[in-house]
């Protein structure tokens, strides 16, 4: 890819549990030892020395929700001289291609936050539990696709991250369900700043991506941008992007806003673009530090430099509920959003995929996801 400076390159790596094993790709080697407790949870520590004999290291502490088969990777997103892909089975090749309507939908998923405003312990489920729901999820919340046909719709989830652990059980529990019935090959990408810092959604969004795009087991054909508060409550809400000239909107309808589109929305939620698409527009904005106006600024990116429009299914059931939750004090408004939107078609060929300077500090592959911890860089 000669527009997301910084790509890397993937090299496949197995990664042997309980053994202190050495791997030699090039000039560099890797050392990886892993401790398993009889609680499940898991001291891990990666150690490796790259070309230029700088020694990076990683160390976590993980509790009883983490799991004893996850994988856990260190790689830099500008400077990678290696990287590591989880082994595993690749997409089921039966001969007889999916219908275009999958014969598993069942229309309302009944989506329930209750739990957690009653304090109830046995809600939303624990990871494990997600895990144990959904047996056919390999490493990476990779789901390889039904077994009986030949699906096309190849999907990465994108979901910028920070401190919303509960949100995102309930997340994984409704959409892992939703994306099997639908028949889609799929992975769950989970981009979490790893810093104290002002939240930078843009730099996320951007940094999934790249990783994505380069995951060589799923070639994912579609990208989703989705907040991890938003859930759709129907099945039938298809994940399946436009491709040409149309760039899907789904979250247009949502329970904060009695189910109308309006309130200055534009794109912001859930919305999925092409490879080519996305790349055109040269993604999203790095320069939005705090809350507000990313989803404004690349809607103006779809319009005028992708020439794009922007699809919003009319069907009555395309719904989502937002899970209610108080401000994070380290996303806080942005002042100068204003001043940003009004200068982003100056800004726009030269911030973005092609200027982004943020850096990846680890991937952990878990069951029910694939957690990139990023640092965006600092404003």
């Not at 830099?76 to 007889?96: C, G, P, V």
């Not at 209610?324 to 942005?334: A, F, L, T, V, Y």
Request: proline letters at 4%; glycine letters at 6%.
């Amino acid at each position: 890819m000669k527009n997301l400076g910084g790509v890397f390159c993937r090299k496949q790596c197995v990664v042997a549990v309980l053994l202190l094993a050495t791997f030699y790709l090039g000039m560099n080697f890797v050392t990886i030892e892993i401790y398993v407790k009889k609680n499940l949870s898991l001291k891990k520590r990666i150690k490796y020395n790259v070309t230029n004999d700088k020694t990076q290291t990683f160390s976590d502490q993980v509790g009883s929700e983490i799991y004893a088969d996850s994988n856990i990777h260190d790689v830099n997103l500008n400077s990678i001289s290696l990287s590591f892909e989880h082994t595993t089975s690749a997409s089921r090749t039966a001969d007889i291609p999916c219908p275009d309507e999958s014969p598993l939908l069942k229309g309302p998923v009944g989506v329930n936050f209750e739990g957690a405003e009653k304090n109830d312990s046995n809600w939303p489920p624990t990871f494990e539990e997600i895990a144990a729901a959904y047996p056919t999820l390999e490493n990476g919340g990779y789901y390889p696709g039904p077994s009986n046909c030949r699906t096309e719709n190849t999907l990465a989830i994108i979901i910028p991250f920070r401190d919303r652990e509960e949100h995102l059980r309930f997340f994984l529990y409704y959409i892992h369900g939703i994306l099997q019935r639908q028949q889609a090959r799929y992975r769950i990408f989970v981009v979490e700043q790893d810093d104290d810092q002002i939240f930078n959604k843009g730099q996320l969004m951007n940094t999934g991506f790249i990783y994505a795009h380069n995951d060589t087991t799923l070639h994912p054909k579609c990208f989703f941008f989705h907040d991890v508060d938003t859930v759709s409550e129907d099945d039938r809400t298809l994940y399946r992007c436009r491709g040409g000239n149309e760039v899907l909107h789904l979250s247009h309808r949502i329970d904060k806003f009695n189910y109308r589109f309006c309130c200055g929305m534009t794109v912001g939620g859930v919305i999925g673009m092409t490879n080519e698409q996305f790349q055109k527009l040269n993604g999203f904005s790095n320069a939005y530090y705090g809350w507000g106006a990313e989803d404004d600024d690349i809607n103006a990116r779809i319009i005028w430099i992708g020439r794009f429009s922007i699809y919003r299914p009319p069907d009555d059931y395309i719904r989502f509920k937002m899970i209610r939750h108080e401000n994070d004090k380290k996303n806080p408004k942005n002042n100068e959003r204003g001043a940003l939107l009004d200068s982003w078609n100056k800004r726009q060929s030269k911030d973005g995929l092609n200027s982004l300077q943020s850096t990846i500090t680890s991937v952990v592959e878990y069951p029910t996801h694939t957690r990139i911890l990023v640092k965006p860089k600092p404003k």
